[in-house]
């Protein structure tokens, strides 16, 4: 769990409030309806031109996807300027790139990937979903004693590390940390997602088994890829995260924040020596890291 340090750390996610707003569309705003009742396409020419491109490559849908993501258009940064402001307030000529979080799935992905224990077994059957003693739907078999209530199942292993497409997906049991960054939702289809910026993100940011848990898994990684020295450690957890140098500023808050822990524990548990309270200390920065803006959002 983050104790809570000083006002001067990092904070959790939080962003701009145009940035919940709208998170970037297409050239359709109704995805799920192309006919009368459907909104006018913003680009009706360049509709046609990339339907009429399509079809002349052959349908190669990989083909599109490619045009589509290596274009000026969508590879533009998120900076707003006030003369883009003044020609275009709602961004519906596409002047500059929407702020977004990444969707749940890749989220979840992200955090198995700097924990170092993403598993990258492909096919086979699904991991599966369960409800544990407090209702809540994780990873696992369900096992229901004589009364029907959730009991301790079989250990799935490495498998619970793996990619999110390969969770097991049920209407009446979203897992929960895919329901609580907006999970694509499967009653009866979804056209276009849901985004939210509501308490209980912020929650499991905080204290969740998950973050906890995956946290702890990178401050293991960290130590044992980076030594004992602070600043390789402190540095190493950055370039994981956000595969970038740190900036001088961003070292010094993070060794402030570090040692803020490790006094903060000290405190509570005078028993706990300094090597145990440093290991807790990274871990949190670890997981202050994964619940940073530059994280979970892309710009």
């Known amino acids: 769990m983050i104790r809570r340090p000083p006002r001067s750390t ?39 031109w990339l339907a009429r491109d399509l079809m002349e490559s052959g349908w190669q849908i990989k083909r599109l996807h490619r045009q589509i ?20 307030p709602d961004n519906e000529l596409y002047a500059r790139q929407f702020v977004r979080r990444i969707e749940s799935e890749s989220f979840r992905d992200a955090v198995l990937m700097v924990s170092g224990l993403m598993n990258h077994k492909m096919f086979g059957p699904p991991v599966p979903v369960k409800e544990d003693g407090v209702g809540q739907i994780v990873l696992g078999i369900q096992k229901l004693d004589g009364e029907r209530k959730p009991i301790a199942g079989k250990d799935l292993g490495g498998e619970v590390h793996r990619r999110s497409v390969y969770v097991q997906v049920r209407r009446s049991r979203p897992l929960a940390v895919l329901e609580t ?46 030594g004992d020295e602070l600043n390789s450690q ?55 890291i994964m619940a940073a803006n530059q994280f979970m959002y892309i710009d």
């Open 10 to 48: 990092p904070k959790p996610s939080s962003a701009a409030s145009d940035v919940y707003k709208r998170q970037g569309h297409g050239l359709v705003r109704s995805p799920g309806d192309f006919g009368r009742l459907g909104q006018r396409p913003t680009h009706p020419d360049l509709l046609d």
């Open 69 to 88: 993501l290596l274009s000026h258009t969508y590879r533009q940064a998120s900076s707003r300027t006030p003369e883009l402001d003044q020609l275009d």
């Open 181 to 226: 960054f907006d999970i694509a939702s499967v009653s009866p289809n979804c056209t276009q997602r849901a985004t939210s910026n509501v308490t209980p993100q912020s929650l499991l940011l905080m204290n969740s088994h998950f973050m906890l848990d995956y946290a702890k898994s990178f401050a293991t990684r960290v130590a044992q890829e980076a």
């Open 234 to 288: 402190l540095g190493h957890i950055w370039k994981i995260a956000y595969c970038e140098e740190p900036s001088a500023a961003a070292m010094l808050s993070l060794n402030e924040f570090y040692h803020q822990q490790v006094e903060i524990f000290q405190t509570d548990n005078e028993d706990l020596n300094q090597s145990a309270a440093r290991r807790r200390a990274l871990a949190v920065v670890c997981q202050a």
